[in-house]
Nanobody
């Protein structure tokens, strides 16, 4: 059975950086679109970033554009989220997801085929 496992979360001061990783096991996701969502306390889960299966196309929520970078290594079945210039409002549980639908549509979806269990990112002011 396919499994997505996030890592790299933690506590960081505002202005700092973190890199999240999502390791996929159980099957190959090289043809899947991969991405990240997040859910802050008391809020709904929201789209953060998505990347096409080739890595050639990336999409970001406006709130993270210019600060976050999504990438993937299909040989390692891993997707990354480099987060720079972190703000307290970036505090959330970050979830990795995989789906076959185009990454350009992810911003309006919350029903991806596969989900990880999440990793907590806390940004202190």
């Amino acid at each position: 059975q396919a499994q997505l496992v996030e890592s790299g979360g933690g506590l960081v001061q505002a202005g700092g950086s973190l890199r999240l990783s999502c390791a996929v096991s159980g099957r190959s996701f090289s043809r899947y679109v991969m991405g990240w969502f997040r859910q802050a306390p008391g809020k709904e889960r929201e789209f953060v970033a998505a990347i096409s299966w080739s890595g050639g196309s990336t999409y970001y929520a406006d709130s993270v554009k210019g600060r976050f970078t999504i990438s993937r290594d299909n040989a390692k079945n891993t997707v990354y989220l480099q987060m720079n210039s972190l703000k307290p409002e970036d505090t959330a549980v970050y979830y990795c997801a995989a789906d076959l639908r185009p990454p350009s549509t992810w911003y309006e979806r919350d029903d991806m085929a596969y989900w990880g269990k999440g990793t907590l990112v806390t940004v202190s002011s």
